[in-house]
């Protein structure tokens, strides 16, 4: 990109997020310097985000930088770390300085709300592809892992999973005649990411994954990291009123199959049960027992009248029963 593009970069991203008293040398040298407090670890994560395959072609510019940080700071909630520094590396067809100035607003307005500052940064002119990378500081020991979960462990799952599926479906055209199709279709373009959740899940749950390529699958990577099955019973999922206007039957299958949630799946040991709910009511924090952790390997979806044939990563959201 010529110079005065760069420039033009360089205004929107210097001063962009929060700012913070830990971040010694911010954009502009070659590398940042942070201060890390003592008896913390570092909690780092980087997604990728590419136009035609992470969000629809011509997507509105502040979902893109919205979700882009979004999308880490779930990932960071899911280990129960602070969210602080970002890293930006945009690779743009061209700079545009509405485009820019949109997708910073996306990006700064969520940065702000969870104190994160972006503290460096690379800009590359090709295919639209937006990579962040983000860390934040967790006490030494204390972070939640996938691999925590124990058999007899209560299986929950926050907000209402399947929504964001169904709301870049309406996005893009492929389902139509839905109520409150506004509401579903901003779970896609601007999920809320469970940070405060996942900092206060640390004394009580056992394992953690956030629910980024659906309920089952995701829920299935934390029983196996964990050496244990488990078991959902699809009556205690939590479907919101425009996704069960779908049907029964498809909305469960959005809420376990559908991606793009980052809501937070984790795992609560019995004993520690009525401390969670004493502590962080289930009402007032969102979330929902959906089920157990079992001995038996896998995952096993339990209906009304008894087991259900599990969703497959084939099925087909869209198909009319
Ligand atoms: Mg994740």
Redesign the pocket.
Same mark, same amino acid.
């Given at each position: 990109m010529p110079q005065s593009e760069f420039e033009l970069i360089d205004r929107y991203f210097r001063r962009c997020g929060a700012q913070r008293a830990d971040v010694r040398v911010g954009v502009g040298d070659d590398a940042a310097l942070l201060e890390c407090p003592p008896g913390m670890v570092l909690a780092a994560a980087v997604d990728t985000l590419v136009e035609g395959v992470h969000f629809p072609r011509g997507c509105r510019a502040d979902s893109i930088g919205h979700r882009a940080l979004a999308v880490n700071l !779930? /990932?960071l909630a899911?280990m129960g770390a602070r969210p602080a520094w970002a890293l930006l590396a945009l690779t743009l067809p061209a700079a545009e300085e509405r485009w820019l100035s949109e997708f910073t607003a996306g990006f700064a307005a969520l940065a702000r709300v969870h104190e994160v500052a972006l503290v460096g940064g690379d800009t590359t002119q090709g295919p639209l592809t937006v990579t962040v990378t983000l860390m934040g500081p967790v006490p030494a020991g204390a972070a939640l892992l996938r691999s925590g979960a124990s058999v007899g462990d209560a299986l929950f799952v926050s907000g209402t999973p399947g929504d964001a599926a169904v709301g870049l479906a309406l996005e893009q055209g492929r389902l139509e005649g839905l109520g409150q199709a506004e509401y579903l279709r901003e779970r896609f373009l601007f999920p809320t990411p469970r940070v405060a959740l996942g900092q206060q899940l640390r004394p009580y749950a056992s394992g953690c994954? /956030?629910v !980024?390529d659906g309920l089952l699958a995701d829920a299935l990577k934390l029983a196996r990291a964990s050496g244990c099955g488990l078991e959902i019973d699809a009556t205690r999922l939590p479907l919101s009123a425009p996704l069960r206007a779908l049907g029964t039957e498809r909305a469960r299958a959005f809420a376990l199959t559908g991606g793009d949630d980052y809501e937070l799946c984790f795992t609560v040991p019995p004993q520690q049960l009525a401390r969670l709910h004493a502590q962080l009511p289930p009402q007032q924090w969102g979330y929902t027992r959906i089920g157990s952790m079992r001995a038996e390997p896998g995952a096993r979806v339990m209906g009304e009248a008894g087991e259900l044939p599990l969703p497959t990563g084939g099925y087909d959201h869209f198909a009319q029963a």
């Open positions: !779930s /990932d899911a994954i /956030d !980024s």
